[in-house]
């Protein structure tokens, strides 16, 4: 009786002291989960999500607090493929309509003042300028969040959609061609 | 024993249309149209200017990075400027071209297309070959226009045991190759040489196809003649077998291993027209400014090849060869089988360009509409890149694109249309790929994107919390250097006071 429990006693210090050493030396840098879900997001920053960044909402999906059909941009196929990860039900969008074409910010130059206040709200420092200079938009940069345009005291930022070019065509689907 | 492609389809090549006249030239029209895009890679940067004088074979834009080609006036013109004007490319869209003006009285030279004796011409040492290729702008003259000069570094780097020089018209109705072998055949064979000797290649074949015997005989003729260590292949006519891939398959018995490149199994292949090319430019100086068309199809006056300065309009050609017929509907550039429709015939020659089709609504049987799939396996059969056509549809049409190219290969897929050719419910087999192919470069472009976007973000943030970090370090620095003054303060008003009251003690 005292030798069997002495047995088990020994085998749970053990086991104890090996999972606590397992832990330390094998500790995981922050959440594998949410940068899983992060490799999936679109990485616009827009903001749609109502998180302040594609980050901050992986994680939030991570933590279980919100629904996987947030995701503007994504559209279906993010949800389709957050749901596949997180072996969830696939939802609809949350908000109405489809995901726009991809857009790019366009600065209307000549009448840019110089405030800098689109610089500052730019997620991802694709406006270049300085204070009292003009600003300009890197386009390859741009992700179309639109999070520049409320902040512009003149209104002198458009968004356009990316031109078809030569460069960025391909073959349409044959299904959808004769449709 | 005779080599031959065992997949693929028979299609009638229509040799006997386009070949019965000699090859002529077309006269120089007065604008010339040079896309800076002719060839696979960057696109060529103009080095002259809105207004500038050019002279025949200057250099007017230069190849950009490692994977490019250069561009050379074709006549003494004048620079009109630099647009954007209709291309050759299936979406029909406009790209950046150099225009130039010619000037009045520019021709083609005086010097006519020239025999040769393959064996008299000196041989220079292979880097200096490939440098200048690459300085004639070369590009690949059977249709897929990677430049030359990359290729044969490739070869450099790797050992060549069998040069192969392509004289197989890739595609029904084309017959510029054929053309070229039988008039200029001690070109291509000087130019063989020239190859040969820059990959350090052991053997050298010259593959044809059957179905132009006059050729064939001819090429035997001269090879004969000339004591040419080139072999002579003469393939059964079966399409594709003028594909890269394929043909390295047919000579060598050796498959290119998926994804791989000729070199991985000690192959090069080259067209005979960039051969020729080769040969102009390494032993007369001559860049590549004109290429070889073949103007055919039952909607043409007079079908025949004509040898066509870069930059010439479509319509020049056509205009060239007696016209369009009455009952010509449409334009192709390239073959029936893998060809892209024109929208118009204002578009130029390019280095790409080996054929303009004009067609008649009795070639056209696009008519019969898609039907299912029955799975009668055709398509697996005649698939010369062995892929499994079916299962590559079906995950396309689920749009399962990652499976279709991580295990099913879709890549290999050089979309020759044998599928369509056989499918007995009409499919556009080949089309779903093109499209497939497209889509994942494109989800593959976003990624990157994408992955660009999450470091910026990430740059960002960091950066705004530093200076939140650095803000209220300072502030408490700042705090902290008052209160001590204070502190300081306090104790010396303190000592002032015990002082004082020591004194008035």
């Known amino acids: ?179 | 024993m005779t080599a031959m492609l065992t997949s693929g389809i028979v299609v009638n090549g229509y040799r006997d249309m386009a070949t019965r006249l000699p090859v002529a030239r077309v006269p120089v029209c007065s604008e010339l149209v040079l896309p800076l895009q002719q060839h696979i890679g960057t696109p060529a940067e103009p080095v002259v200017g809105s207004g500038d004088r050019v002279v025949r074979g200057q250099l007017i834009a230069r190849a950009r990075g490692f994977v490019s080609a250069g561009l050379h006036a074709p006549v003494n013109a004048v620079v009109l400027g630099i647009e954007c004007r209709p291309v050759p490319h299936p979406s029909g869209l406009n790209g950046l071209c150099l225009v130039l003006a010619a000037e009045d009285g520019a021709d083609w030279g005086s010097a006519g297309p020239e025999v040769v004796d393959p064996n008299s011409i000196a041989i220079p040492e292979p880097d200096i070959i490939r440098m200048m290729v690459r300085q004639a702008g070369i590009v690949g003259l059977g249709g897929a226009t990677f430049p030359t000069s990359v290729k044969i570094k490739s070869g450099m780097s790797q050992p060549v045991d069998t040069l192969i020089i392509n004289g197989c018209d890739c595609e029904p109705w084309i017959s510029c190759d054929e053309m070229l072998l039988r008039e200029r055949p001690g070109q291509v064979l000087a130019g063989c040489h020239l190859l040969r000797q820059s990959l350090a290649a052991d053997r050298c074949v010259l593959a044809v196809e059957d179905d132009a015997p006059e050729m064939v005989a001819g090429l035997q003729q001269v090879i004969a003649d000339c004591n040419s260590p080139v072999r002579l292949e003469v393939l059964p006519a079966r399409y594709p077998s003028g594909s890269e891939k394929q043909l390295i398959h047919i000579i060598t018995g050796k498959e290119v291993p998926s994804q791989g490149l000729p070199v991985d199994v000690g192959a090069a292949v080259y067209n005979a027209g960039t051969a020729a090319a080769v040969y102009q430019a390494v032993v007369h100086e001559v860049p590549l400014i004109s290429r070889l068309v073949s103007v055919s199809g039952p909607g043409i006056g007079r079908p025949r090849v004509v040898e066509a300065l870069l930059g010439t309009p479509v319509s020049e050609l056509l205009r060239f060869c007696g016209g369009r017929t009455a009952d010509a509907n449409g334009l192709i550039m390239g073959g029936a089988m893998m060809g892209l429709g024109l929208a118009s015939d204002e578009i130029p020659v390019t280095k790409g360009m080996n054929s303009i089709l004009v067609t008649t609504p009795a070639m056209s049987q696009d008519a019969q509409g898609e039907m299912p799939c029955i799975r009668c396996g055709e398509c697996a059969r005649v698939c010369p890149a062995r892929l499994a056509p079916q299962q590559l549809l079906s995950l396309i049409r689920n749009g399962d694109l990652e499976q279709a190219q991580q295990r099913w290969a879709l890549e290999d897929c050089i979309e020759c249309g044998c599928c369509n050719a056989v499918c007995p419910s009409h499919i556009p087999l080949a089309g779903y790929y093109r499209y497939a192919k497209g889509e994942i470069r494109k989800q593959g472009k976003a990624r990157v994107k994408a992955q660009q976007a999450r470091q910026r973000y990430e740059f960002r943030m960091e950066r705004i919390e530093r200076a939140k970090r650095e803000r209220e370090e300072k502030l408490r620095k700042k705090k902290e250097a008052l209160q001590a003054a204070n502190k300081a303060r306090a104790r010396a008003a303190m000592a002032e006071e015990a002082r004082s009251f020591e004194d008035e003690m």
């Not at chain 1, 991570?62 to 996987?68: F, N, P, Y």
């Open chain 1, 1 to 179: 009786m005292f030798l069997t429990v002495l047995v088990f006693a020994l085998i749970a210090v053990v086991a104890g002291a090996l999972l606590g050493f397992v832990a330390q030396r094998y500790r995981v840098e922050g959440d594998p989960v949410a940068d899983r879900i992060d490799a999936l997001l679109p990485q616009t920053q827009c903001g749609q999500c109502e998180f302040a960044g594609c980050r901050p909402y992986a994680e939030a999906i991570a933590a279980g607090e919100v629904e996987i059909n947030r995701c503007v941009p994504g559209g279906d196929a993010v949800i389709v493929e957050l749901a596949t990860l997180l072996d969830r039900d696939v939802v609809p969008l949350a908000e109405e309509g489809i995901p726009p074409p991809p857009m790019v910010a366009v600065i209307r130059e000549e009448h840019c003042i110089g405030c800098t206040k689109c610089i500052q709200a730019c997620p991802v420092d694709a406006i270049l300028g300085r204070a009292k200079r003009m600003h300009t938009v890197i386009a390859d940069e741009c992700t179309g969040c639109e999070l520049c345009l409320p902040p512009c005291p003149v209104d002198c930022i458009d968004m356009v959609t990316v031109p078809e070019t030569v460069d960025n065509w391909h073959w349409p689907r044959p299904d959808e061609l004769s449709a």
